[in-house]
T-cell receptor
Framework: QQQVKQSPQSLIVQKGGISIINCAYE??????FPWYQQFPGKGPALLIA?????SEKKEGRFTISFNKSAKQFSLHIMDSQPGDSATYFC???????????FGQGTRLTINP | EPEVTQTPSHQVTQMGQEVILRCVPI?????FYWYRQILGQKVEFLVS????????KSEIFDDQFSVERPDGSNFTLKIRSTKLEDSAMYFC???????????FGPGTRLTVL
């Protein structure tokens, strides 16, 4: 119930392409869905987050799509760049509780 | 830009020894967290702390673990008697309010030999 399932585990995309990472959850009490970007040896950095009152949120080249009925959300990176190569984690949280439940992570490689 | 800082960056210890990991959260934040990440695995919640007390903890956070805010700036995680399986990257995070926008520090890599 508390799990967040993330796919794929790894992804290789050509420069300029679209990277898509998907997450699914079971617990309908989750109401906050952030995405974190992590470079080797660094801590996760908040990239973008969404709440279930909207179906999409866009910040620059990064877009979260949210499907409440399917209990799924995804990260789209448009015009992917080599500097986007990192591990991406989706997470879910419940307002009023503090912990975030993380997905397994996706290692994204953008080939030049 | 304000950031969460952690010291040390790498700690090596012998099994059974006590370790203290230190964090300085973002100065006006009120909620503090510890997470850990075993190499190659996902980030796991350990504990959250607010108003000088633990507000939530996971099943990982057993009696061997404790947290403290000894002064107005530091937030510490103590492991009393380290085990081999405690080897992981430990991340401190903080948030201004309870609405989940947590900012992570760079982590402390703990190696238990």
């Amino acid at each position: 119930q508390q799990q967040v399932k993330q796919s794929p585990q790894s992804l290789i995309v050509q420069k300029g392409g679209i990277s898509i990472i998907n997450c699914a959850y079971e617990n309908t009490a989750f109401d906050y869905f952030p995405w974190y970007q992590q470079f080797p040896g660094k801590g996760p950095a908040l990239l973008i987050a969404i709440r279930p009152d909207v179906s999409e949120k866009k910040e620059g080249r990064f877009t979260i799509s949210f499907n409440k009925s399917a209990k799924q959300f995804s990260l789209h990176i448009m015009d992917s760049q080599p500097g986007d190569s990192a591990t991406y984690f989706c997470a879910a949280g419940i307002q009023g509780a503090q912990k975030l439940v993380f997905g397994q992570g996706t290692r994204l490689t953008i080939n030049p | 830009e304000p950031e969460v800082t952690q010291t040390p960056s790498h700690q090596v210890t012998q099994m059974g020894q006590e370790v203290i990991l230190r964090c300085v959260p973002i100065s006006n934040h009120l909620y503090f967290y510890w997470y850990r990440q075993i190499l190659g695995q996902k980030v796991e919640f350990l504990v959250s702390f607010y108003n000088n007390e633990i507000s939530e903890k996971s099943e990982i956070f057993d009696d061997q673990f404790s947290v403290e805010r000894p002064d107005g700036s530091n937030f510490t995680l103590k492991i009393r008697s380290t085990k081999l399986e405690d080897s992981a990257m430990y991340f401190c995070a903080s948030s201004l309010i309870r609405e989940n926008e947590q900012f992570f520090g760079p982590g402390t890599r703990l190696t238990v030999l």
